[in-house]
């Protein structure tokens, strides 16, 4: 059984699928290592800490050649797969919903060269697959980088300060969409000191807000909503909701400094939570920050990988958040993966064996087609 690590190809992907601590694990299952020259170098990890861990570092067709499993961050370009055995496994995050993504092209090009492609994203959200969850993982990172992000951006400070100066106000930060990313930003923004403020559609949340010591924002106008869908996830909400939610966002959001959006909803775009007149409501020199730029965005006008400004408000467009803390998110990345493929070695025969419930979720493609129904349905 042997795994191959690739190098990532995508335009700023520092983050890298293995580490040397991940290496020597599945050594220890009983598994042979490839690893591509250099894909360790935007995490800090040199291709001679592979090497001492156990690993074969080499090019990439050395690298793919013979491979079982495929290791990617992100999916790997089908036409850079060449000399990789049919059959082979890819186990990456595969992204097939990516707003203008060519993801699920890529899908379809694994299928069509007999690659077994397991999309990490669609791990269930049950409590044993909680330490092989990628999007926990990363988001959890992405939430905290986004807080550092806006506090760098913003000409002011977070925390009050008495000085002899005189009084600096604090920041008024916030967070909108309180899944992984949201929880870590409320926290990163309290630690900075700022007052904290945070919305979700699903109700469970509240607690979570108030045991952060942040405030909850709610809509308690609409009766009997509940935005928790399918496996904790968020769902659509109706038109009334949604008239009422901007009404409650209009007029929290022009007393605020910094604001986080972090809302998704799983195969949908993101949901729009602010637009071009709320965003001139707000002070100029605030700073918005939309984890979901890469998803559609929830801010009207944010680009994804770019600051603009508008009415004198930083938008930034937040990409690829986790891959900027890029040794600390592939540490977590490559745990997942071994806390995934482990959780399923079977040991005579020295490979992974899937059990139904995690496999159907995760798996895209075999023999030759497209198998899975999220992509079917
Ligand atoms: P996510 O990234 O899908 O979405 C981010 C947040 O945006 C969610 O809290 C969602 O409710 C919210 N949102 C969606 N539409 C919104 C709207 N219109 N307005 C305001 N907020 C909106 O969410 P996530 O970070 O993946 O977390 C979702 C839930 O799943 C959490 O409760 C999390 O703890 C849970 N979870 C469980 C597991 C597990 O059991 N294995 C793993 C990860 C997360």
Redesign the pocket.
């Known amino acids: 059984m042997k795994i191959a690590v690739l190098r990532e190809a995508a335009a700023g992907e520092s983050r890298v699928s293995a580490t040397p601590e991940t290496v020597k694990k599945f050594i220890a299952l009983g598994a042979e290592l490839g690893v591509e020259r250099g894909a360790g170098e935007g995490a800090s990890i040199a291709d001679g800490d592979y090497e001492a861990a156990g690993a074969k570092v080499g090019d990439r067709t050395a690298t793919l050649e013979n491979a079982d499993i495929i290791f990617g961050v992100q999916g790997p370009d089908p036409e850079a797969l060449a000399g990789a055995k049919p059959g082979a496994w890819i186990v990456a995050g595969l992204n097939p919903f990516g707003a203008g993504s060519d993801g699920r092209a890529r899908v379809d090009a694994y299928a069509a060269k007999g690659f077994e492609a397991l999309a990490m994203e669609f791990?269930?959200?049950?409590?044993r697959?909680?330490s092989m969850?990628i999007?926990?993982s990363q988001?959890n990172l992405a939430g905290y980088k986004a807080v550092l992000l806006a506090a760098a951006e913003y000409g002011r400070a977070f925390p009050m300060m008495m000085t002899a100066a005189g009084t600096v106000s604090a920041a008024r930060a916030f967070i909108?969409?309180?899944?992984?990313?949201?929880l870590q930003a409320i926290a990163t923004a309290r630690r900075l000191g700022a007052q904290v403020s945070a919305?979700?559609?699903?109700s469970?949340?509240k607690e979570q807000i108030q045991s952060l010591g942040a405030k909850p924002i709610f809509v308690e106008s609409v009766a009997g909503i509940e935005?928790?869908g399918s496996?904790?996830?968020?769902t659509e909400?109706s038109e009334e909701y949604?008239k009422a939610?901007a009404e409650l966002v209009s007029s929290h959001i022009a007393k605020q400094d910094i604001v986080i959006t972090?809302?998704?909803?799983?195969g949908r775009p993101a949901?729009r939570?602010i637009s071009d007149a709320q965003i001139a409501s707000m002070r100029a020199g605030s700073v918005i920050v939309d984890l979901a730029a890469e998803s559609g965005g929830n801010v009207e006008g944010a680009v994804s990988g770019e600051t603009v400004v508008k009415h004198g408000v930083k938008i930034i467009g937040a990409k690829n958040m986790a891959g900027t803390l890029a040794a600390d998110a592939s540490a977590l990345f490559s745990r997942n993966l071994y806390n995934f493929l482990s959780a399923f070695w079977d040991k005579d025969a020295n490979k992974p064996i899937l059990d139904e419930e995690i496999g159907t979720a995760v798996r895209l493609t075999q023999g030759g087609k497209v198998v899975n129904q999220r992509l079917l349905g």
Request: no cysteine; aromatic share 2%.
């Open positions: 791990m269930p959200r049950i409590t697959a909680q969850d999007l926990s988001s909108m969409g309180v899944g992984v990313a949201g919305t979700d559609v699903r469970a949340t935005g928790e496996g904790g996830y968020a909400m949604q939610q972090t809302a998704l909803i799983p949901p939570l």
